[in-house]
């Protein structure tokens, strides 16, 4: 069993919104996240043709819309066009709010996801992830960090750290981030533990680990190993309720998943 203290100090991130539920990156999975408790929301951010900061986790859009093409090379009116919710089954239809309805399912700028968070009468953190590599290089942090300073969300309140994360596998992306705006965290995530991390140190400019819940799983004293350097541990994606209580009892700051009304039922905090 693990302990109260740490459960109910585990930040529970909304993995591309409550997207177990609801098709992700859409205005339909943040509402449900929100919903549904999220201590904070994780978003994906990639740069339209025409400079716009859009969630859409793949660098093409044939998955998760009814269109076909890379982001990079489509502008934002080109991605408004397309449905980014008739993908995901539906079985109960009367949940609102509705995905059939494209207000809800149409492309999802960071600009509406900041927007939607500025307005949800509660703090809700956000975790950015950049994705790399792309067409536009350090455009995409440029832009990214053009919009955080916009919303006010770049500077460092005494004693309040910004409410905006950023994370990237780029350990290049990072440092961008941490040279423009030193004060917004940096996360850096792992699909594999390499070598150089092994210690518990990260890359320059980073200040967070974000392991997957695989080398969790395969290498649980590391996260001590981690905390000893001074880091915190955001795991991601979890959704399994054994692989909850196992990062729940190593003691790590956040939990990134894709049910986050389960989690914090399993976490005590219904």
């Known amino acids: 069993m ?8 585990i930040q529970v991130v909304a993995h591309r919104g409550a997207s177990e539920e609801a098709p992700e990156h859409t205005l339909a999975a943040y509402m449900k996240a929100i919903e549904d408790g999220a201590d904070a929301l994780e978003c994906d951010v990639r740069l339209t043709a025409d400079g716009h900061l859009v969630c859409v986790h793949d660098r093409r859009v044939n998955r998760t819309s009814n269109g076909r093409g890379a982001v990079s090379t489509l502008e934002l009116a080109d991605l408004a066009a397309l449905d980014f919710g008739a993908w995901k089954g539906r079985e109960d239809s009367d949940e609102s709010p509705d995905w059939r309805d494209p207000q809800y399912t149409s492309v999802l700028t960071l600009e509406r996801l900041l927007e939607l968070v500025a307005d949800a009468g ?3 953190e956000l975790a950015i992830e950049t994705k ?5 290089a350090g455009r995409v942090e440029e832009r990214l960090i053009e919009l955080l300073d916009r919303f006010g969300l770049t500077g460092q309140r005494p004693g309040t750290p910004p409410p905006v994360r950023i994370m990237s596998f780029s350990a290049r992306s990072l440092y961008r981030v941490a040279a423009a705006a030193p004060a917004i965290p940096t996360v850096y995530l792992m699909q594999f533990l390499s070598p150089r991390v092994r210690d518990g140190r990260l890359p320059a400019g980073s200040r ?3 392991p997957s819940i695989r080398i969790v799983r395969n290498h649980p004293s590391w996260v001590d190993r981690l905390h000893r350097a001074g880091h915190q541990v955001h795991v991601w994606t979890v959704d399994a ?3 909850v209580d196992l990062c729940a009892g190593l003691g790590v700051e956040a939990i990134i998943t894709n049910r986050p009304r389960q989690v914090l039922n399993q976490l005590g905090r219904a």
């Open 2 to 9: 693990t302990h109260a203290r740490q459960q109910h100090t």
């Open 122 to 124: 509660r703090p809700i």
């Open 132 to 136: 790399h590599p792309t067409r536009w």
């Open 208 to 210: 967070i680990a974000g």
């Open 241 to 243: 309720p054994d692989d």
